[in-house]
């Protein structure tokens, strides 16, 4: 069974740093990419970043670039995301997706990211 | 960027009914179009794929049709189980995006 868990939410400060981890199990990990999904309180749903099966390629939307990085550790089977600079309006629930053929085919439960002084 | 219009945002339909939710891409986007299902306070679920194919486990009252730019879900039979919000993703190009959500409620 595929399982995508996110850990390292939180309240945080603007302008402040927080990271997410994603542990993947139920299928192997290196043969995919994966990538981050948002959703503000009360919104929609909103595409954040997309990394390849080995960490060779990735993409971000522009609200994020420079800020936010993608990474992963295909040993650990762990998916990651450095948020730098936080600001109001990254507050949102941010979920793990599977980045397959058939594009986020599977979601983790969410980590709620809260930014706020 | 790729907008993805949906329609209608707001649906209240009665067990049973046939139902269809609509999405438009503002550009070609080929048949790259999938359908999500979020129930409250749980994460998104992969209905449809590439246009019309059918995930793994999903009921086959869902079905999935279009390309180009204008896409249609369509629930064959509303049940109880079906109340959602649902999403269209476009991933012809980035960025990735999503439609506005179809919010669906039992009349």
């Known amino acids: 069974e595929v399982q995508l868990v996110e850990s390292g939410g939180g309240l945080v400060q603007p302008g402040r740093s927080m990271k997410l981890s994603c542990a993947a199990s139920?299928?192997?990990?290196?043969?995919?990419?994966m990538a981050w999904v948002r959703q503000a309180p009360t919104k929609g749903l909103e595409w954040v970043a997309t990394?390849?099966?080995?960490?060779?390629?990735?993409y971000y939307r522009d609200s994020v670039k420079g800020r936010f990085t993608i990474s992963r550790d295909n040993a650990k089977s762990t998916l990651y995301l450095q948020m730098n600079s936080l600001r109001s309006e990254d507050t949102a629930t941010y979920y793990c997706?599977?980045?397959?053929?058939?594009?986020?085919?599977?979601w983790g439960q969410g980590v709620m990211v809260t930014v706020s002084s | 960027d790729i907008q993805m219009t949906q329609s209608p945002s707001f649906l209240s339909a009665s067990v049973g009914d046939r139902v269809t939710i609509n999405c438009k891409a503002s550009?070609?986007?080929?048949?790259?179009l999938n359908w999500y299902q979020q129930k409250l306070g749980e994460a998104p679920k992969l209905l449809i794929y590439?246009?019309?194919s059918l995930q793994t486990g999903i009921p086959s009252r869902f079905s999935g049709s279009g390309s180009g730019t204008d896409f249609t879900l369509t629930i064959s039979s509303l049940q109880p189980e079906d109340v959602a919000t649902y999403f269209c993703?476009?991933?012809?190009?980035?960025?990735?995006?999503f439609g506005g959500g179809t919010k669906l409620e039992l009349k």
């Open positions: 997706t599977r980045e397959g053929r058939r594009v986020f085919d599977y």
């Open positions: 139920g299928f192997t990990f290196s043969n995919y990419g």
């Open positions: 990394i390849s099966y080995d960490g060779s390629s990735t």
């Open positions: 550009q070609n986007i080929n048949r790259y």
């Open positions: 590439n246009a019309n």
């Open positions: 993703l476009q991933h012809n190009s980035w960025p990735r995006t």
